[in-house]
Structures are given as C-alpha cells and as structure tokens.
C-alpha cells in the first residue's frame, strides 16, 4: 500500500503568516488521486481539496494545494483563527486508500 | 446538504462483533460511493471499506476477513460490522460518502477512487475485557 508522510508534524504560526504543508508518497500517486482535510478537536475530518486543485464546497480560496508524483503541498496563504488545527493528505489513487499521520498548524 | 448520522454500541469485550448504522439525510446511495473509515492514536486514519447502491463492496485487506458493509436502501441507512475484535479495534468510527462512481465502472474495476466528505459525527468504540 501506499505510505504517505506528513512534514513537519507541527507547524506554529501566527494569525496573517502563511503555511505549506508536504505530503510525501512511498511511490508516486496521481496529482487527480489526492485530497487533503482538516480536522479540529472533538470533530470529525472536513474535506477541503481534491483531485488537482478542486476546493469542497465552501472552502476559501486562501487554501490551496500543489504537487505531482511524490511531492504533494497544502498552502494556506494567510492563516486565519478558525485554520489552526490537523490537517491530513490521503490518496486515493491504488486500493486501499490511505491517509497520512497528519500536520498540526497551531498558534 | 447531505448530513450523516451515526450510531452503535460503544463498550465491546474482546471477541465480541462492532456494530454500526449510519443514516443518511438529505440524499440517496444513488451515484456515490459510501465509506466507513475509523481513527486510532497507533494507526491514525485508516479506510476500511466502502459500498455502491447495488451493495457491491471493497475492503482494506488488513481487515477483510472480519468485516461487512451493507446498504438497507428503504432506510436510507449503510452498516457497518466488524467480528472478533481486539483492543487494536478500539477507535473512532466515521461513516463518509465517497466519491461519484458509476456501477458499471465499479463492477468493472473492483473499486472506485475515492475521497471523503462529508462525515458523520463519529463514534468511539473500546474493546475492553
């Protein structure tokens, strides 16, 4: 199965700086086979992109994703207070799908 | 906007069967794929299967050989089931709608490709002797 490796495992930053987030794959996934989620305490996951660059419904534009072959990347351009918080790549491009371990963006 | 809802038991004893429903709101099985993924601190977010209108299934082989997902279409409700747990079944259970697929593409290649959203609310399950 496919291994997905999430860097760094925290990320603090302050409201307004932006963030990247990586995504790396143990063998190459599809750009279109790729989605990323964000998840708060107590909540379940929220899909926020998938497939190239295709935000979910009711995603600000300040998200935005990146990246082929193993190299994958979340941006976020200017962190707002409601955006700290996990967030997780996941591929869905070879059975079983898999997620990574997860990016803490934290004040 | 389609919601879900989950429900089951949450204390299980080693060897014991995990039940789960998950009711679906404001919409129908119809033209999407339907998930139940779970979450625990050792193995984090880890798919366990997923099943089409027509209740054709696909399973993460780690877990095949326990579980069993099934559609009750006239409740508008998926299930989950998983036999002879362990403690390393002890997780939060999510049901999600997947992707868009097609039968024909699903019967034809096994699975459809497959993201998930939205969720349902989760449901903690322990194994617990």
């Known amino acids: 199965e496919i291994v997905l490796t999430q860097s760094p495992g925290t990320l603090s930053l302050s409201p307004g700086e932006g963030a990247t987030l990586s995504c790396g794959a143990s063998q190459s996934v599809s750009r279109s086979s790729l989605a990323w989620y964000q998840q708060k305490p107590g909540q379940a996951p929220r899909l926020l992109i998938y497939?190239?660059?295709s935000r979910a419904t009711g995603i600000p534009d300040r998200f935005s994703a990146g990246g082929s072959g193993t190299d994958f990347t979340l941006t976020i351009s200017s962190l707002e207070p409601e955006d700290f918080a996990m967030y997780y790549c996941q591929q869905f491009d070879s059975s079983p799908w898999t997620f990574g371990q997860g990016t803490r963006v934290e004040i | 906007q389609v919601q879900l809802q989950q429900w089951g038991a949450g204390l299980l004893k080693p060897s014991e069967t995990l039940s789960l429903t998950c009711a679906v709101y404001?919409?129908?099985?119809?033209?999407?794929?339907w998930s139940w993924i779970r979450e625990s601190p050792g193995k984090g977010l880890e798919w366990i299967g997923d099943?089409?209108?027509?209740?054709?299934?696909s399973y993460n082989p780690s877990l095949t050989r326990r579980v069993t997902i099934s559609l009750d279409i006239s409740m508008n409700q998926m299930s989950l089931r998983l036999s002879s747990v362990t403690a390393a079944d002890t997780a939060i259970y999510y049901c999600a709608r997947g992707s868009r697929c097609s039968e024909s593409y699903y019967r034809r290649m096994g699975s459809c490709k497959t993201y998930f959203g939205p969720w349902g609310q989760g449901s903690l399950v322990t194994v617990s002797s």
């Open positions: 497939g190239a660059s």
């Open positions: 099943i089409t209108q027509s209740g054709m299934t």
């Open positions: 404001g919409g129908s099985f119809s033209n999407y794929i």
